[in-house]
Nanobody
Framework: QLQAYGGGLVQPGGFLRLSCVVS????????IAWFRQAPGKEREPVSC????????YYQDSVKGRFSISRDNAKNTVYLQMNSLKLEDTADYYC???????????????????WGQGTQVTVSS
C-alpha cells in the first residue's frame, strides 16, 4: 500500500527527493511520516506531517535541510533532502497512520502502514 522510491548514491552536500506512493488508502485522511534505519541502529523518525492541520515534525539533525510534503491528489508523500551528510546514510521508510497525536509522532508503533525501504547512501 506504500511504495517508496528515490533513494540512491549521492555525494555529501548533494540532494535527493524521496517519493512514497500510497495505494488503497485515501492519503488526505492519514498522518504521514518518514523514518530511517542505519545499519546496526534502531529505526528513527525523520519527519512527519499530521493530516488535520499540516503540523510537521523534524528530527533535530535534519531541520533546515529536509522538507516533508504531500500531494493528496496524487496520493504521494515526498521527502526533499538537501545538504546531505554522511550520517544521513540509511534505509528510509514511509509510514501512514490515523489519529496520531503530536506527542506520538516519533513512535513507529503509531503508524499502521509501512512501505518498503529505499536506500540512501551519502558518500564521497
Amino acid at each position: 500500500q506504500l511504495q517508496a522510491y528515490g533513494g540512491g548514491l549521492v555525494q555529501p552536500g548533494g540532494f535527493l527527493r524521496l517519493s512514497c506512493v500510497v495505494s488503497k488508502l485515501t492519503l488526505r485522511y492519514y498522518d504521514i511520516a518518514w523514518f530511517r534505519q542505519a545499519p546496526g541502529k534502531e529505526r528513527e523518525p525523520v519527519s512527519c506531517m499530521l493530516s488535520r492541520d499540516g503540523t510537521t515534525y523534524y528530527q533535530d539533525s535534519v531541520k533546515g535541510r529536509f522538507s516533508i510534503s504531500r500531494d493528496n491528489a496524487k496520493n504521494t508523500v515526498y521527502l526533499q533532502m538537501n545538504s546531505l551528510k554522511l550520517e544521513d546514510t540509511a534505509d528510509y521508510y514511509c509510514a501512514a497512520g490515523t489519529g496520531i497525536i503530536l506527542s506520538s509522532v516519533s513512535r513507529p508503533s503509531a503508524y499502521a502502514y509501512w512501505g518498503q525501504g529505499t536506500q540512501v547512501t551519502v558518500s564521497s
